[in-house]
């Protein structure tokens, strides 16, 4: 499979923003955006212009990059929100947020969604009692996602909860740190996101 193997720091600044996507780091002064807060490359401190499709696809490449997700498999997910009822836009981060490898990050049993999507291949997590270990297994309203009995000694699921005090718990999942369970209690809202994503450009990259 497919997967970015380069510095991961080079996507935040990239984006010209933290994506978060190395884990307690990011919360450091160790964090590249805050000492390099222009775009990698030669010309990364030129004053590019915007034209309307780059702007469209950097919004698009930000969103792809939070979640770690790979183009082929961003497509399919636009497919099944152009194909769902209500918006777009807003059915597609629904989506995103659903996959396995979030909810684990979200509540907190890993610091970063590529730790997380380790972790889950590894076999760590149960759903609904289940074993599941594919990171874009999509939960639903209901869903329980525990860390499986002998995985609760791990250190890193143990420092993550610790961790997960600083970053909280979004209000449409809720967890038990005492039990290693993680419950879905509702599909996120656009309110519950406060990402700075644009997610009506991604439409309109994919509705040319």
């Given amino acids: 499979m497919a997967r970015y193997t380069q510095a991961s720091c080079r996507l935040c600044r990239r984006e010209g923003l933290k994506l978060f996507l190395k884990g307690e780091r990011c919360y450091t002064d160790k964090c590249a955006i805050e000492r390099r807060n222009y775009p990698p490359g030669e010309h990364g401190q030129a004053r590019p212009k915007f034209s309307e499709y780059s702007i469209q696809l950097r919004e698009k490449q930000k969103l792809r990059r939070i979640y770690g997700v790979l183009e082929s498999q961003f497509r399919r997910y636009f497919a099944m929100a152009d194909r769902a009822r209500g918006v777009t836009g807003e059915t597609l981060l629904q989506i995103l947020e659903r996959r396995l490898d979030n909810i684990v990050y979200r509540v907190g049993f890993a610091t970063s969604r590529a730790e997380a999507r380790q972790l889950v291949r590894h076999g760590h997590f149960r ?29 890193r ?4 909860v610790e961790l997960a005090q600083r ?17 879905v209690k509702a599909l996120p809202t656009r309110a519950d ?5 644009n997610e009506k450009l991604v439409v309109e990259l994919y509705s040319k």
């Fill in 157 to 160: 699921i143990q420092e993550a």
């Fill in 127 to 155: 759903v609904n009692g289940r074993k599941v270990d594919i990171p874009s297994y999509l939960v639903r309203t209901g869903d329980a996602v525990s860390v499986r009995e002998r995985s609760r000694q791990v250190t």
């Fill in 167 to 183: 970053r909280g718990v979004p209000e449409w999942l809720e967890v038990d740190p005492t039990t290693f369970t993680g419950i």
């Fill in 193 to 197: 996101l406060t990402m700075p994503i």
